[in-house]
């Protein structure tokens, strides 16, 4: 009954590898985003869709495609890993325009990507 | 360019006392802050939020102040447990609903441990 889910955990993968992350939310929200935490534990924000729309896109790199069958899911497909996208990648989602405490943003428990 | 930041990368204190973190913040448009913990292996949490036009707000054993003269928040922890210890990030959400995605930029974290 965990509210965001992420999966894998963990992933362990080699540099020229293509990998994904696959996000889903039962929650009913409308928002879904994916966020990258480097090992300094910044958070920065990478893309946002809205009702299977992409929103935000910050300036990710071309091999980062994020997908989104529907607005419960969210995937991360990354492509030719480097060992710098090492970094533990975090879903989360919200319902746009609520505006009671917290926007309801919600957290998975992330996906700690190790590429060697 | 804008960011939110905060000044001690940890912080260490004796269980029982009260703990205060603080985040700067630099972007004048900034109406809403969030306090999220992040405990090992977990996402971030919601804690407490505190809108711009509020300068306190309380919630069970946590307080957030805002002063929006210097652009500045802190978290306060009241009788820390060993429970508490984890990394705290203050966030910062540019506008309510329609539109624009919910983003939130977050400040680099705060260590805080707490001794017995």
């Known amino acids: 009954d965990t509210a965001v889910s992420q999966t894998p955990k963990y992933l362990v993968t080699q540099m020229g590898n293509d990998k994904s992350i696959k996000c889903e939310q039962n929650?009913?929200?409308?928002?879904m985003y994916w966020y990258k935490q480097d090992s300094k534990k910044f958070l920065k924000i990478m893309f946002s869709?809205?009702?299977?729309?992409?929103?935000i896109n910050e300036t990710v790199p071309n091999r980062f495609s994020p997908k989104s069958p529907d607005k419960a899911h969210l995937n991360l497909h990354i492509n030719s890993l480097e060992l710098g996208d090492s970094a533990v990648y975090f879903c989360?989602?919200?319902?746009?325009?609520?505006?009671?405490?917290?926007?309801?943003?919600?957290f998975g428990s992330g996906t700690r990507l190790t590429v060697v | 360019g804008e960011s939110v930041g905060l000044h001690l990368p940890t912080l260490s204190v004796q269980e029982g006392d009260n703990s205060i973190i603080n985040c700067a913040y630099s972007?004048?448009?900034?109406?809403?802050f969030i306090w999220y913990k992040q405990e090992s292996g977990k996402g971030p949490q919601f804690i407490i939020d505190?809108?711009?036009?509020?300068d306190k707000r309380q919630g069970q054993r946590v307080t957030v102040l805002l002063n929006k003269t210097v652009k500045h928040l802190s978290l306060q922890i009241a009788a820390t447990q060993p429970g508490d210890s984890a990394v705290y990030f203050c966030?910062?959400?540019?506008?309510f609903g329609g539109g624009g995605g919910n983003k939130l930029t977050f400040g680099t974290g705060t260590q805080l441990k707490v001794e017995l």
């Open positions: 989360a989602s919200s319902q746009e325009g609520q505006v009671t405490s917290n926007y309801g943003y919600t």
């Open positions: 929650l009913g929200h409308d928002t």
């Open positions: 869709y809205n009702n299977k729309e992409l929103i």
């Open positions: 972007n004048s448009a900034s109406d809403y």
């Open positions: 505190i809108r711009s036009n509020m």
């Open positions: 966030a910062e959400k540019r506008g």
